[in-house]
């Protein structure tokens, strides 16, 4: 398994715009390029959701219906990170964010938490109406 960083939350205005990063913590993580990488959140006094995900090389990508088309997930191996752009942010996104790592299981963008072994601590997202 993989130790994940998140840094890039804070405080903002509703339609402002974060940019999230995600990122092995420590020394060079080699195997990076062979995860699925996903971005789940969780708002106080509910349950953690699935809000995007990218595969090992970054050619599939999939969306919760709430961020879809305002957040981009991309990602960039030979740095070792994975972003997530929000913008137009609401207050309804405001939340924990965490970034998840697994194993590429080959055949997409798992959306389940379940599916990932790795966890960051999370970072703070916070939209101001």
């Known amino acids: 398994q993989v130790q994940l960083v998140e840094s890039g939350g804070g405080l903002v205005q509703a339609g402002d715009s974060l940019r999230l990063s995600c990122a092995p913590s420590g020394r060079k993580f080699s195997s990076f390029s062979t995860y699925d990488i996903g971005w789940f959140r969780q708002a106080p006094g509910k349950e953690r959701e699935f809000v995007a995900a990218?595969?090992?090389?970054?050619?599939?990508?999939s969306y919760a219906d709430s961020p879809r088309g305002r957040f981009t997930i991309s990602r960039d191996n030979a740095k070792e990170t994975v972003s997530l752009q929000m913008n137009n942010l609401k207050p309804e996104d405001t939340a924990v964010y965490f970034c998840?790592?697994?194993?590429?299981?080959?055949?997409?963008?798992?959306?389940?938490?379940?599916?990932?072994?790795?966890w960051g601590q999370g970072t703070q997202v916070t939209v101001s109406s």
């Open positions: 998840a790592a697994d194993p590429t299981k080959g055949w997409g963008t798992p959306r389940l938490a379940t599916e990932y072994g790795s």
């Open positions: 990218i595969n090992w090389n970054g050619d599939r990508t």
